[in-house]
């Protein structure tokens, strides 16, 4: 219950909402048990005899008018306590989103986007529930039990009071025991159903792949598996709750079973009158509807806390990649980039993805990387961005540790075309305008005819405000690229990388991209990390890694003569393009 601690930023804030919500929800049990206390005139009124006409109308005027407060008490607490909770579920899930975009890649390495997406939905809802229902039905069952048992004592009788309330311990810990019970399913159930919803998101995601294989069958029995296990773990969660109520009543009908042989008793003895004995079953009915309530709502509150538990140990994620306190702003870059003695590892219990990695790329030169899949090309702008910090070593732009330069004013240097860019669900040109706040659409147009996309776009029937992704047309992969290189061209960035970026592009249309880019971005730093020699073959220098090592490096003509991987290659594709 400690995690709730966190929430009383929010609770202080909305002080003055929840005093007055919970004052009016009192207000409502005060009400509600001045009934009793009216039955209890008007029974004894009728049994002696005493009744009159004008005091009948009063009583029934008060009820009346009791009613009406009621309700009026009961909307104020609805609208102060529903309402800041809604006000905290929202603040809640701005912060945690601010959290999810503050945290480092690395974060998202071994995370479901299942659980991260629970953590936003079921476990706030948990917290709302606990912030609203839980507060409200706490405050609620405990007064009225309390108060209940005050009017029975005080009206009525101490000895028929304890006697009744015999069966309560036994109430209170059936109530506990099953609520530890549906704790637990509740949370298998849970457990159940993000597997059930994780596999769903998988099969829209992959319903190319999966109509391509023909794996119709095996994912409908793949989904048949899950839904089934999110059914029996429900069934299982019913059954308890099935049994749940029935035997809380079961064992509060003792006190009313009780209360009638006894109470009876105390009447025809005339040691009660017959409307304390209406009354008292007024005062009891209120307090075994409480009594269960409260065990309901410790489920509540404990299924609360252990979801402010998971949303904490969310929100005390610190970021691995952090600014420097003192951190400098990159501003007007060259575009030198030196990497030296960099040594990298995605996880430390593995191999080293680069080893001592020492290389330096001029201004405004064209560099090209290849090298055999897995050895470390893309982890390079990786590197650079900030996107993973290295174990040892150091990286430079114009010789300035990046370490000690904003993130923003770092990325804002670098355009990254990754080798599979996201593309966003919305239009073409939100698209490219993407990572520029200050564009203008000569800007956008610009960078699309830069990376030849211009042309693809204007045949679109709603040009550059086609909406593309889930929403609308679905761009071919050569599209996609371009139109991540459009969008990396927009910001004008002095290093331009592009990660395999053209590899689904063909050789005429990607030398005029490259071409283009060359002529018009003058003075940029441009990486190309390529397995296609007629892509390298733009590149002042090329570098070969091997294993997270340089193995080759030089023009295309120094590495032909090297005769070593780059020559291999590139006899290689001449082969293969005389065949085709
Ligand atoms: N986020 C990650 N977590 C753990 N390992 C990773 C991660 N990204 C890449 N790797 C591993 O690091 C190694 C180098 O990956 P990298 O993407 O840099 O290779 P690459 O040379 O660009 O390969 P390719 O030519 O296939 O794109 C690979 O073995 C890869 O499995």
């Not at 309700?71 to 899930?93: A, D, G, T």
């Not at 923003?408 to 490219?432: C, K, M, P, T, W």
């Not at 305008?433 to 830069?450: Q, R, T, V």
């Amino acid at each position: 219950m400690s995690s709730y601690l966190t929430l009383i930023p929010f609770i202080k804030k909305y002080k003055w909402f929840y005093l007055w919500g919970v004052l009016s929800l009192i207000m409502v049990d005060a009400l509600q048990l001045a009934i009793p206390e009216i039955l209890r005139r008007i029974t004894d009124a009728l049994q002696f005899g005493t009744l009159e006409k004008q005091q009948l109308f009063m009583y029934s005027l008060t009820i009346l008018f009791i009613g009406l407060l009621m309700m009026l008490f009961r909307f104020l607490w609805r609208i102060l306590i529903i309402n800041s909770s809604r006000r905290m579920e929202y603040e809640l899930r701005n912060e945690m989103f601010e959290q999810f975009l503050r945290l480092s890649t690395s974060y998202y390495n071994d995370k479901k986007t299942g659980d991260l997406i629970a953590h936003a939905t079921n476990d706030i809802l948990a917290v709302r529930n606990a912030a609203s229902g839980g507060i409200i039905t706490f405050t609620d069952a405990l007064f009225l039990n309390l108060a209940a048992v005050t009017m029975m004592i005080l009206t009525t009788n101490l000895k028929l009071t304890l006697i009744a309330l015999i069966p309560m311990p036994i109430l209170a810990f059936a109530i506990y025991q099953f609520g530890a019970s549906i704790n637990q399913r509740f949370k298998i159930v849970q457990e159940a159903f993000s597997e059930l919803t994780e596999s769903v998101q998988e099969s829209f995601s992959g319903i190319r792949v999966i109509k391509s294989f023909s794996r119709e069958e095996q994912e409908i029995h793949l989904f048949d598996q899950s839904n089934e296990n999110l059914f029996n773990k429900n069934m299982n969660l019913a059954i308890l709750f099935g049994t749940f109520s029935p035997t809380i009543q079961f064992i509060s009908s003792i006190s009313f079973f009780i209360t009638l042989i006894y109470g009876t008793q105390l009447v025809m003895n005339h040691t009660i009158t017959l409307g304390s004995f209406v009354a008292f079953n007024g005062y009891l009915a209120s307090m075994v509807w409480s009594v269960p309530v409260i065990g309901f709502v410790i489920n509540i509150l404990q299924r609360g806390a252990a979801s402010m538990s998971r949303i904490n140990k969310l929100m005390e994620e610190t970021p691995n990649i952090v600014e420097a306190s003192d951190a400098i702003d990159l501003r007007n870059v060259h575009g030198h980039i030196e990497f030296s003695n960099v040594t990298f590892y995605y996880t430390t219990d593995k191999v080293p993805i680069l080893k001592n990695f020492t290389f330096h790329i001029d201004p405004g030169s064209t560099i090209g990387i290849m090298g055999p899949t897995g050895s470390g090309k893309s982890t390079i702008p990786t590197l650079l961005l900030r996107l993973y910090d290295p174990d040892d070593g150091e990286i430079k732009i114009d010789g300035i540790p990046i370490k000690d330069t904003s993130l923003r004013s770092l990325r804002d240097q670098i355009g990254y075309v990754e080798q599979n860019s996201f593309i966003f669900s919305a239009s073409i040109y939100e698209n490219i305008a993407f990572g520029k706040e200050d564009h203008s659409k000569e800007n956008i147009e610009m960078a699309a005819k830069l990376a030849g996309l211009h042309q693809d776009i204007v045949s679109f029937p709603e040009t550059y405000n086609t909406l593309i992704g889930e929403r609308g047309v679905t761009l071919s992969g050569g599209q996609k690229q371009r139109l991540a290189i459009a969008r990396a061209l927009v910001k004008n960035p002095p290093i331009l990388i592009l990660d395999d970026s053209l590899s689904a592009v063909d050789t005429q249309t990607e030398e005029r991209i490259l071409e283009g880019i060359k002529s018009t971005i003058h003075a940029k730093t441009t990486v190309i990390i390529a397995h296609r020699i007629s892509t390298l073959k733009y590149c002042d220098k090329i570098l070969v890694l091997d294993n997270g090592r340089p193995s080759e490096y030089g023009s295309h003509e120094e590495l032909i003569k090297l005769d070593g991987f780059y020559a291999y290659q590139y006899y290689q594709q001449m082969l293969e393009d005389e065949i085709t």
